[in-house]
């Protein structure tokens, strides 16, 4: 398993379902449904998951992609290694037009992300690592000498908040949440509360820009696959509630449990 050659095919799929993505985005022509958990779905999910179907195909390596996870547990149990795909992460953000959603692209190896890239289609920056080389940020996108690319890259963190900062979702805010903030006020003291969509939350926490992100509410592994190996190889942890388990992939039930990355 050569993890930087499958890493660079992943960044480019990413970036070439980006431009996919920019390109309905200012079209302003969506053409939204409804799935039947009723989260939207528009053309640039489907336009950015065929792109990127079309890159990870040719490693062999199996898929299991938002817009394709019918997949039935009884042969994804057989699967060591396989992407984990959220084609436009942050959907809602995307309809709001408010520039935070992602393309994320995981490579999981018996439960734990090794490899993660997360692309921000709007701002053309990519967060990116894998378990032997840590995480890194870039802006230089610029593939056709790819080891330029990774020598321009920043190796996370880069970050470090002078107040203690915690961020959330900016979609899915509840009590418990809320709660949790106040505990971390009454620890910490003065905190820094910041709202982003999409895996950016996690990315934050991996640049330093955030200490922590509790997330108590809905996600699917496809949400937080590739942001995870990003915080993972930053050195933040991403485990359950319980501070202490580490959170995994591939479960029969795809939906994650609660969880908290943190610094």
Not at 17 to 42: E, H, M, W
Not at 123 to 144: A, M, P, R, T
Not at 164 to 172: D, L
């Amino acid at each position: 398993m050569n993890l930087s050659e499958l890493l660079k095919t992943s960044i480019q799929a990413s970036i070439e379902a980006g431009q996919a993505i920019i390109d309905i985005y200012k079209s302003d022509d969506f053409n939204v449904q409804l799935k039947s958990d009723d989260s939207p779905l528009t053309k640039a999910d489907i336009a950015a998951h065929n792109i990127i179907i079309k890159y990870l195909k040719n490693t062999n390596l199996p898929i299991l992609s938002e817009e394709d996870a019918n997949i039935p547990f009884s042969e994804r149990s057989k699967w060591d290694l396989f992407w984990l795909v959220d084609p436009l992460d942050g959907t809602k953000e995307f309809i709001k037009k408010n520039d935070e959603f992602t393309v994320n692209i995981a490579l999981i190896h018996k439960g734990i992300p090794i490899l993660g890239v997360v692309y921000l289609p709007v701002f053309k920056s990519i967060y990116y690592g894998h378990k032997d080389i840590g995480s890194f940020y870039s802006k230089e996108l610029e593939l056709n000498n790819f080891d330029v690319f990774i020598q321009n890259s920043k190796k996370l963190p880069i970050n470090k908040p002078t107040t203690y900062t915690v961020v959330g979702s900016r979609s899915h805010m509840n009590e418990k949440t809320q709660a949790y903030f106040k505990s971390l006020e009454e620890k910490h003291g003065e905190i820094k509360i910041i709202s982003k969509g999409s895996s950016l939350k996690l990315c934050m926490v991996a640049e330093g820009s955030a200490n922590e992100y509790p997330r108590f509410g809905p996600t699917m592994e496809w949400d937080t696959g590739a942001g995870h190996a990003v915080a993972l190889y930053s050195g933040a942890k991403v485990t359950k509630e319980d501070t202490i388990t580490n959170l995994d992939y591939n479960k029969e039930n795809l939906l994650n449990p609660y969880f908290i990355v943190k610094r």
